[in-house]
């Protein structure tokens, strides 16, 4: 079982450049969603999606871009990547309904620099 | 609002021993709560939760957890720790009937079993 895959693993940008982070999901989950670690901040939220075509803000979506075209695949969007983006992202997924009942899956994250 | 608090960055025990890693929350509804273990390296795994019912909610790996409402906490322990057990915990409270986008992280609780 894949469960969710994150890639790239790590990456390294330059002030401005653009890049997107992948996420996959092999389980029909209709929950996605994009959280960014950071030390001493535990995970904080990004976007986060409830079903194809329905994206909503977490607690820090300025610079970020999402969209869900598919069930499958939640790709995350920097389109001007700044030194305060340098962080670990994780992408997690669960089911939409009965929430309580469905812990969450997460990738192993990608390692974003930005110099 | 929602909130949730892990007054230890870190927690030191030795292999053998009990330990306790600490989580109060505030949550406006009845809550519900989850931990989280973070190995190096890796996304969060799932370790247990507590919906209703019985106070004392067993997990993985031999954890478990205590709700109490009265002073709205929910304290992971495990009656004797294992070098294996060093890792990161998070504690997560939501709402019933929240959507799992209300679902919110603790800072973190860094755990080191020393043999």
């Known amino acids: 079982n894949a469960g969710v895959t994150q890639t790239p693993k790590f990456q390294v940008l330059k002030t401005g450049q653009s890049m997107t982070l992948q996420c996959a999901q092999d389980m029909n989950h209709e929950y996605m969603s994009w959280y960014r670690q950071d030390p001493g901040m535990g995970l904080r939220l990004i976007h986060y999606?409830?079903?194809?075509?329905?994206?909503d803000q977490g607690e820090v979506p300025n610079g970020y871009n999402v969209s869900r075209s598919t069930t499958e695949d939640f790709p995350l969007r920097l389109l001007s990547a700044a030194p305060s983006q340098t962080s670990v992202y994780f992408c997690?997924?669960?089911?939409?309904?009965?929430?309580?009942?469905?812990?969450?899956?997460f990738g192993n994250g990608t390692r974003l620099t930005v110099t | 609002a929602q909130s949730v608090a892990q007054p230890e960055d870190q927690v030191n025990v030795a292999e053998g021993n009990p330990l306790t890693v600490k989580c109060t929350y505030s949550?406006?509804?009845?809550?519900?709560l989850f931990w989280y273990v973070q190995y190096p390296n890796r996304g969060l795994q799932f370790l247990l939760k507590?919906?209703?019912?019985?106070?004392l909610v067993k997990g993985s790996y031999g954890f478990e957890a205590e709700f109490n409402k009265s002073q709205t906490s929910f304290h992971l322990k495990k009656p004797s720790a294992l070098v294996s057990d060093s890792a990161l915990y998070f504690c997560?409270?939501?709402?019933?009937?929240?959507?799992?986008?209300?679902?919110?992280f603790g800072k973190g609780t860094k755990l080191s079993v020393k043999p």
């Open positions: 999606s409830v079903g194809a075509g329905i994206t």
């Open positions: 997560a409270p939501g709402v019933h009937g929240g959507s799992q986008g209300n679902l919110i």
């Open positions: 997690a997924s669960g089911l939409s309904s009965g929430t309580e009942n469905s812990p969450l899956h």
């Open positions: 507590y919906i209703t019912g019985d106070n």
């Open positions: 949550v406006s509804g009845n809550p519900y």
